[in-house]
């Protein structure tokens, strides 16, 4: 009788182990239909083609105003800086990373923690630009993402204990990993951070069960590609089919083109569209040529790495114009027919429409106020130079510098990292923007390994009294900016939409905000403590929607921004995620 | 050596529920940790024969040597749990032999503060016998910051370990140290970093000479003694921290047939 019961009790345990584990295994399914379940957020983007956009309508433009914060997190420690992380909700708990490569996992209901890992960084880690986190990838039973020395670690969702590590490359040569890896059919896919130190960058792919490798692309023309057979390397093409086509001498063998942006995916052509950053050095007298494929966007094939297509947004780039910013999957209508284009705002100040089987350039225009280095783009979406707006060479003069340039956008862009969203019933994206220009000049410089591999300096101003970020909404269709929202500050978070027809984003003044997504008109906001430099999601809960975002100034504005520090330096550094509901009795307006 | 055996529970006319004895060093944390590590109303016995060696006083609280001696506990020994009393965390290392029996381990520890160290060896019934010791010491092993951690170039030599294996008559005793920070995750600023699991396996690969899981009271670059009571023809030594990281190198060859 009595070893009865306990028979029956291992078997009623072992099946709600099961159960549970069925239940909160994350799959290929999950994740790409992300952007059509409203109950959880399993991907960077919101779905893998990055539309930054949820379907839910229970929380809209009536009723957002009675938002109300449910909760709020610190991560803790002294080691706050920028928190730019975007969170993941999977089965009521929460996924998120945190500057320093720290993750945690969160009760969503309560707040309370249920795990956190953090990371033994070496001191010698070279992030360029904040010891940031861009957010983790959840694939089965793990936790995916990079740290600052380049490895990528999976964690058991439930322990927080690691699985696998698995190092990507060398941090001493300047390498970091900062965005969140995707996964593509059981695929985990990153890419590496670095363009300032003269690395190559790469698109790799892994398997998230072991963290095996499966294919590497390189983004600099001239390098090998290969994907893995059983632990053997099998080469797959040179990435541009041969060296020196776009670079002189050897420079492309430091050429920078970081991926240090992660990438989007697209099932309707079944590719990964990664942006690459500057060609290495800065000094773009050094190399001249188109320089392949520094600033592009690219098309690649998720099965083994090779390149479809790519399209360079600043070639032959002299501004630190990285042409890392998402690639946006989207379709519309013209004249009956569905194109299937993408999008991009560039940190040059152009925005591109793209048809994303082939490519090719549709339309592209400024989303900008001014843009000085190019007098527009020619039919193939290829930039005009505009005469005297590249840095001069310090060749041609005696002293240690070259002629400088003023240049707007500033090389910390038209847009930056920070993710825009398109709204499937406006047909709007919502482009988080600056407005500042650049005193730019460019001098001598030699590769040294480990080392800033820049040859120029520099130095960033506001261009107008009062604001300096725009939050703009903008027709894909025809370039218009149908709104607008400026704000003092740089705006350096992402930005998320919904079928309530709101736009939500933060300002590094610490506020999150929501947007009337049709006039533009801001109807909540609440002050978070710290500046907003993440971005939100949105989920529902037990019936009810809900708002995240994490919380924490810094990123590249307070290291790099030059006199916009006038703006900011009273910013105090932060790290929470706030979360926010709508209470199933205020739904209704008022 | 005689029975030495401290039956302490029978001489105290103890009650049917198996009662714990009495410690001889009167730790406040006896009774409690005993439950929490080794299980609630787990039978314990002190027994001699558990010889745990630790010097009088601590000169430096972060490196202390602990010497566990079984060479004259007749075995076999199931598993072995070795905590410190006073630690903040204070549990120092769970051993679980393989087919081949350990007859000596040893590894150095923290000290927090001057306090008992305890050793216990779960025998084939399920009786725990215990071996106690105690170590005075200045304090502040859990806290202060690693001498590695200070560095900046700590990571050129991370992971390096020196060591070997060394004929016995008869058996192996392998002796071996790693470059390993083993922070304990109460320094400002610092993440627990520190080796969870250490494994010995011998030619087979299947089954293990022996596993043990570490916690932060262990040292830091910490250097480990096995004594076993057969040598296999080489061992491979297998070492994981929480970071995921693993450390794994061949000790010893086919060399030592003569004994």
């Given amino acids: 009788m009595r070893s009865n019961r306990i028979g029956m009790q291992f078997t009623a345990s072992a099946l709600a182990l099961a159960v549970s584990y069925g239940a909160n295994a994350v799959t290929d399914e999950d ?368 002293a240690d510098k070259g002629e400088p340039v003023l240049a707007q956008p500033s090389f910390l862009g038209g847009k930056n990292w920070m993710p825009m969203a398109f709204n499937q019933e406006t047909g709007l994206f919502y482009v988080p923007s600056n407005e500042w220009a650049m005193d730019i000049w460019n001098e001598p410089v030699s590769y040294k390994k480990g080392a800033a591999y820049l040859g120029a300096g520099f130095t960033i101003r506001p261009v107008n009294d009062d604001y300096i970020g725009v939050l703009r909404a903008i027709d894909p269709k025809t370039g218009e900016e149908v709104w607008r929202h400026e704000n003092r500050a740089p705006l350096w978070g992402g930005v998320m939409t919904t079928a309530g027809d709101l736009v939500f984003t933060g300002t590094p003044e610490g506020y999150l905000k929501a947007f009337d997504a049709k006039t533009g008109e801001e109807l909540y906001r609440f002050n978070t403590g710290s500046g907003v430099v993440g971005t939100p999601i949105t989920w529902e809960m037990d019936g009810e929607q809900y708002v995240s975002v994490a919380s924490g100034w810094g990123g590249a504005v307070p290291l790099w921004g030059g006199e916009v520090a006038r703006v900011v330096k009273d910013f105090n550094q932060g790290g929470m995620v706030w979360t926010f509901k709508l209470p199933s009795d205020r739904v209704a307006g008022n | 050596m005689g029975r030495l055996v401290w039956m302490l529970c029978g001489l105290m006319a103890a009650p049917v529920l198996a009662a714990v004895p009495q ?138 370990i020196h060591g070997g294996a060394f004929a016995r008559l008869p058996g192996v005793r392998y002796k071996f140290s790693v470059m390993h920070p083993m922070d304990s995750g109460m320094v400002g600023d610092v993440p627990a970093f520190h080796i969870e699991s250490v494994r010995l396996t011998g030619p087979g690969g299947d089954a293990p000479l022996l596993t043990m899981t570490l916690s932060q009271s262990a040292a830091e670059n910490p250097m480990f003694v096995f004594e076993l009571e057969q040598q296999p023809p080489y061992t491979v030594l297998w070492m994981r921290d929480n970071n995921g990281n693993v450390f794994e190198r061949r000790l010893g060859e086919a060399s030592g047939a003569e004994s």
């Fill in chain 1, 31 to 398: 994740i790409m239909n992300d952007h059509m379940t409203t109950d959880d957020v399993v991907s960077y983007g919101m779905g893998l083609q990055g539309q930054r956009f949820s379907t839910l309508d229970t929380l809209n433009t009536d009723n957002v105003r009675n938002l109300q914060p449910a909760w709020a997190f610190a991560f803790g420690g002294e080691k706050m800086r920028g928190q730019e992380s975007q969170p993941m909700v999977k089965d009521g708990v929460m996924y998120v990373s945190a500057s320093y490569s720290r993750v945690y996992a969160i009760d969503a209901k309560t707040g309370e923690e249920l795990w956190q890992y953090d990371a033994r960084l070496p001191d010698g880690i070279m992030p360029c630009c904040d010891v940031i986190n861009r957010g983790v990838a959840l694939y089965d039973d793990k936790v995916i993402f990079g740290t600052l020395d380049a490895k990528l670690v999976a964690l058991n969702k439930d322990t927080g204990k690691v699985v696998w590590i698995k190092k990507v490359a060398d941090y001493q040569a300047g390498y970091s990993i900062t965005a969140a890896p995707i996964i593509v059919n059981g695929k985990l896919i990153t890419g590496v951070s670095g363009g300032e130190f003269g690395i190559v960058g790469k698109v790799e792919a892994y398997d998230p069960n072991t963290g095996e490798i499966l294919w590497t692309r390189p983004t600099v023309e001239g390098h090998m590609g290969y994907v893995y057979k059983d632990g053997e390397a099998i080469e797959n093409g040179i990435s541009g089919g041969e060296a020196g086509r776009t670079w002189p001498g050897d420079l492309w063998k430091t050429g920078g083109a970081a991926t240090w942006l992660g990438g989007t995916y697209d099932p309707v052509t079944d590719s990964l569209f990664f942006g690459t950053g500057n060609p290495a050095p800065w000094n773009s007298h050094l190399r001249p040529g188109d320089n392949l494929f520094s600033s592009s966007r690219l098309a690649i094939d998720p099965n083994d790495g090779s390149i479809k297509w790519h399209f360079q947004t600043t070639p032959h780039d002299g501004w630190d114009y990285d042409g890392v910013n998402e690639l946006i999957s989207f379709d519309y209508e013209d004249d009956g027919d569905v194109v299937h284009a993408a999008a991009t705002a560039d940190r040059n100040g152009f925005f591109y429409v793209l048809n994303r089987e082939t490519g090719d350039f549709i339309r592209g225009f400024p989303f900008v106020d001014k843009i000085t280095w190019a007098e527009g783009l020619d039919d193939n979406g290829r930039p005009i130079y505009a005469d005297g707006g590249r840095p001069g060479n310090p060749a041609d003069v005696s």
């Fill in chain 2, 23 to 160: 410690d001889p060093f009167g730790s406040p944390m006896w009774e409690y940790n005993l439950s929490r590590y080794l299980g609630e109303g787990s039978r314990v016995v002190h027994d001699e024969r558990v010889q745990l060696v630790v010097p009088p006083f601590a000169e430096d609280s972060a490196q202390v040597p602990l010497t566990l001696d079984l060479s004259a506990y007749p075995g076999p020994v199931q598993q072995i749990i070795t905590w410190v009393d006073l630690n903040p965390i204070p549990h120092l290392f769970t051993l679980t032999p393989g087919a081949t029996q350990a007859r000596l381990v040893s590894l150095n520890f923290r000290v927090q503060q001057a306090t008992t160290v305890r050793a216990a060896v779960r025998d084939a019934d399920g009786v725990w016998h215990i071996g106690s010791a105690y170590v005075d010491a200045a304090g502040g092993g859990c806290t202060a910051p690693s001498l590695t951690g200070a560095n900046p170039d700590w990571e050129q030599h991370f992971g390096t």
